[in-house]
């Protein structure tokens, strides 16, 4: 059990649990894991971003989050899954911890702080999700553009924002917010002439891109209930 009069260092205690043998240095492009594979581990991520995709019966793949530091993923295994949902992919070179399910839960059980911490992680990424859906059905193709780019860029999190330092294609963007390529391309070159994000070898947002997601957000609540009756 962790002193009770000692801060609690999440980080650290992470460390201790992963052991020396788990601790992941990985290539950009390198699968974690796959769509498929056997759901018995929890990967926390250190440093880098990750790629999360699914791909449909008939083939198609969507990017369905992008994931950072101090990220988790893979912990859909604690709440039963036997196969992965998912395929995650390391977007630049990472450096991830892998931990053991059966030791990841006997942590939760064992840790208090630990158990508050995650459990805190999770509610922030279902608030994320949530966000995500209304994003999608709620506002167009550009906004959803210039969400997802803030949201690389750290916009929103602690800590200074950053240039997106992952080499993200047009292709994956548009996986990301559900059009095409050729909407991505002509959104990010207006983006630019209006000097909302740069290109200098890789692509840096600037905080004047958030008028486009601030600008005329959908008023949901005042939708008309008339409007919604089936006939």
Not at 87 to 99: K, P, R, S, V, W
Not at 118 to 130: K, S
Request: glycine fraction near 6%; aromatic fraction near 8%.
């Amino acid at each position: 059990m962790t002193n009770v009069d000692q801060p609690f260092d999440s980080k650290l205690f992470l460390t201790s649990l992963a052991g020396s043998k788990n601790h992941l240095q990985l290539a950009k492009n390198q699968t974690i894991f796959s769509q498929g594979d056997a759901a018995d581990t929890v990967f926390y991520i250190q440093k880098g971003k990750v790629k999360i995709t699914v791909v449909s019966e008939h083939g198609k793949e969507a990017v369905v989050a992008i994931l950072g530091k101090d990220d988790f993923c893979g912990e859909g295994c604690l709440a039963g899954q036997e196969q992965r949902m998912a395929t995650a992919t390391a977007m630049t070179e990472c450096e991830i911890m892998q931990l053991d399910k059966r030791a990841f839960i006997r942590a939760l059980h064992d840790e208090l702080p630990f158990s508050e911490m995650f459990v805190a992680y999770l509610l922030a990424r279902t608030i994320r999700v949530e966000e995500d859906l209304v994003d999608q059905l709620f506002n167009s193709s550009e906004k959803r553009l210039a969400r997802a780019l803030l949201l690389l860029a750290n916009f929103g999190k602690e800590g200074r924002p950053e240039p997106i330092i992952a080499k993200v294609s047009q292709e994956t963007l548009a996986e990301m917010i559900g059009t095409t390529r050729s909407r991505v391309s002509f959104f990010m070159n207006k983006f630019r002439k209006l000097g909302f994000i740069s290109y200098n070898g890789r692509i840096e947002v600037h905080s004047s891109l958030l008028g486009v997601v601030l600008h005329d957000q959908p008023q949901i609540e005042k939708k008309s209930p008339r409007k919604s009756k089936l006939h």
